[in-house]
């Protein structure tokens, strides 16, 4: 678990998955490691991310960060040097 701590905190801006296109209103979401849930955004503030990354953090966000789905997002956030 000390990935995850040094994870904490880092936000990603993804682009709205397809599979929530029609239950958000929005062009992309942001999210927090280690918060349950995402905020709204926009396309412009959308990061590079492969997309397993960026899939991993969504269910990172929706089913918890403990999940072993999340584990990509949480390397790369990690690698990145968490929060800023």
Do not use: N, R
């Amino acid at each position: 678990m000390k990935k995850a701590k040094q994870a904490d905190g880092f936000v990603f801006f993804v682009k709205t998955p397809k599979h929530l296109i029609g239950s958000v209103k929005c062009d992309a979401l942001a999210i927090k490691v280690g918060e349950v849930g995402y905020w709204q955004g926009y396309a412009h503030e959308v990061m590079d991310l492969p997309d397993d990354v960026a899939e991993s953090a969504v269910d990172g966000s929706m089913f918890g960060w403990h999940c072993p789905a999340a584990q990509k997002a949480i390397e790369f956030a990690a690698a990145q040097g968490g929060a800023a």
